[in-house]
């Protein structure tokens, strides 16, 4: 991919992590690009550090935990690292924005998702009430929502896992962003769900123009979503690659044994 | 293909209902579900969440009110059984369910986990259970040094081994195994899917598998029931359901399942219906798209199609209008 100037340049990338007293390094000075619009895949097992270099990027610390974080992250000619946190707040949700697994954990149960998606406009553009419920029921219906004007003043319980996982995608390109994590978007939904969510991340990338950067575990996921891929193993990058390459001819022996231990849906199946 | 002899586990027309609370009407959770499975077979049991496969596992292990059928274990009813009757039955059914974080006590050591069933069940006298514990670890690959352990002490693989050897403890004929890999990391998935087959063969178990991940059913499964809405939808062996899918959701499942092939996956992707609602389409009361007018005639909504692999006729969308 000969892109002039990376979107996202991150250099020597180590991430600590203090839990409890207890220090552990879970990324250890790895280093990668994104371009702009570009999808990217993260792809390892739990506790490679996958999540940890998205949460890095935002320096957003897991819960009950603090993180100490060297190297570089250079966006937009900026050092993300040497940021002061106000300045950050303002790239947080508004240039970068991120999805979670969970949606129903990083919505207010006691506040209308319209609400909700209300104060993040707000918040980030300093709009009216007005103009901000406006845009509300524009992303809504960006994100497939049926019937948004409607079902802004519902509740997140009254929406199924994968209407939550739409609304929390509003949220987060609300600002129209030019990187969007997504980590492990798709895990806790259904299958046909997890298709639909699937589609819908490409099809804003598309017309947002932004770029992704999709962790998973699942190599079936990551197949069809990115253009290139990076394989975590233990607080690195083992192997980088396009992504037709890495699954077609994958050099290190981890992702070999990754992708020989995914169950095919072509395979033999057990004689009756 | 038909073995003479009677089927392990006869599951007829079991009904679950969920009894109406706060407002809402009661809910039949599962709605006249039939399946057997023979002694060796493992039957995959597909759906997605809120379909009933979890509900029928409990319900065919008496761990749910049953409100309706019949559910035959070796010949015996179990719907009807008195309590102590079940209980000794219960040492021919086991289960393994999904997250061994919480499936194990936190303060008991490896061997008072797999003491316990055998205590319980008094299946072997007291002198013989360091044997039997030892005998138990080494059949699913663990060290038996390992018994003064704590379940912290291991991965959720070796975790989920444990249970599995728990579950083996008094020597079932038939275990539900309820995603028992789905909170696992693939490779591990990948030994503990392979270790049940080994144990299956070893000890002749049956399964009733039960997972929402295709790919993993196809490699486990002989034969595969796919649930949607309390219902049996499509039933048949794992090629006849793979390779021939005959129901509108069944196809739907199994186009939305991610492949690791990427330009494959991507056309898969670029086809997925960007919603699906197999909740609209309600059966008309008429004559069914298999020619039969259930109404009238009183028969199940069932029709074999092939040796072995039936389908159901509702939950089909319209035809479309010509």
């Known amino acids: 991919m000969a892109h002039a100037e990376p979107l996202l340049q991150v250099r020597g990338l180590g991430a600590r992590f203090t839990r409890e007293g207890v220090t552990s390094r879970v990324v250890k000075g790895i280093s990668f690009d994104i371009a702009p619009g570009e999808a990217v895949g993260f792809v390892g097992e739990s506790g490679c550090g996958k999540s940890v270099t998205a949460r890095a990027i935002l320096r957003l610390a897991p819960e009950g935990s603090s993180l100490q974080l060297d190297g570089a992250i250079h966006y937009r000619g900026q050092d993300l690292l040497q940021l002061p946190e106000a300045q950050m707040r303002d790239i947080r949700g508004r240039r970068i924005a991120m999805v979670f697994q969970d949606p129903m954990s990083s919505l207010n149960p006691v506040m209308s998702v319209g609400a909700q998606i209300d104060d993040m406009v707000r918040r980030h553009t300093g709009a009216s009430a007005q103009a901000a419920r406006k845009r509300t029921v524009d992303l809504l219906r960006l994100v497939g929502i049926r019937d948004p004007a409607r079902r802004v003043d519902d509740y997140p319980h009254q929406f199924s896992g994968g209407m939550r996982q739409r609304v929390m995608i509003a949220m987060a390109v609300s600002c129209e962003p030019d990187l969007l994590i997504a980590d492990e978007p798709t895990t806790a939904l259904d299958v046909t769900v997890q298709a639909q969510i699937l589609r819908l991340l490409m099809r804003l990338r598309r017309e947002l123009g932004m770029a992704l950067m999709l962790i998973t575990h699942d190599f079936g996921v990551i197949a069809g979503m990115v253009e290139r891929v990076y394989v975590m193993l233990d607080g690195e990058i083992v192997e980088s690659g396009p992504v037709d390459t890495l699954f077609a001819a994958p050099r290190h022996a981890y992702t070999r044994a990754l992708l020989d231990a995914v169950p095919r849906l072509d395979s033999a199946t057990r004689p009756a | ?322």
């Not at chain 2, 794992?238 to 056309?267: I, K, N």
């Open chain 2, 1 to 322: 293909m038909t073995a003479p002899t009677a089927p392990l586990l006869s599951v007829q027309d079991l009904s679950v209902v969920f009894p109406a609370r706060r407002g809402k009407g009661p809910v039949q959770a599962v709605d006249k579900v039939s399946f057997d499975i023979r002694s060796g077979e493992t039957l995959g049991l597909v759906g997605e969440s809120g379909s009933g496969k979890t509900t029928t596992g409990r319900a065919i292990l008496q761990l749910q009110p049953v409100s309706g059928g019949s559910v035959q274990l070796l010949g015996r009813e179990l719907t009807t059984l008195p309590r102590g009757e079940l209980r000794q039955m219960r040492r021919h059914m086991q289960f393994v369910l999904q997250n061994p974080y919480s499936s194990l006590n936190p303060r008991m050591s490896v061997g008072a986990t797999l003491t316990e069933p055998l205590r319980v069940h008094r299946s072997v006298p007291e002198a013989q259970m360091p044997q039997r514990v030892a005998e138990l670890l080494t059949y699913v690959g663990l060290d038996p040094d390992v018994v003064r352990r704590y379940p912290h002490e291991f991965s959720g693989g070796q975790r989920q081994r444990i249970v599995i050897a728990r579950a083996l403890a008094v020597n079932p004929d038939f275990v539900v195994c309820d995603e028992p890999v789905s909170a696992l990391d693939v490779r591990t998935q990948a030994q503990i899917v392979a270790l049940l087959r080994s144990l299956q063969e070893r000890l002749g178990l049956s399964y009733l598998f039960i997972a929402h991940d295709l790919a993993m059913v196809r490699h486990v499964a002989h034969r595969v029931a796919v649930m949607f809405g309390g219902q049996i939808v499509e039933l048949g062996t794992a090629q006849q359901v793979f390779e021939s899918p005959a129901h509108p959701y069944t196809r739907t499942l199994l186009d939305a399942v991610p492949v690791p092939d990427p330009a494959l996956q991507r056309e898969r992707l670029a086809l997925a219906p960007s919603e699906l609602d197999f909740h609209a389409h309600r059966d008309s009361g008429e004559t069914c798209r298999f020619g039969e007018h259930h109404a009238s005639t009183g028969t199940r909504h069932w029709h074999r199609i092939g040796p072995g692999h039936g389908v159901s006729c509702r939950f089909w969308p319209p035809e479309p209008q010509r």
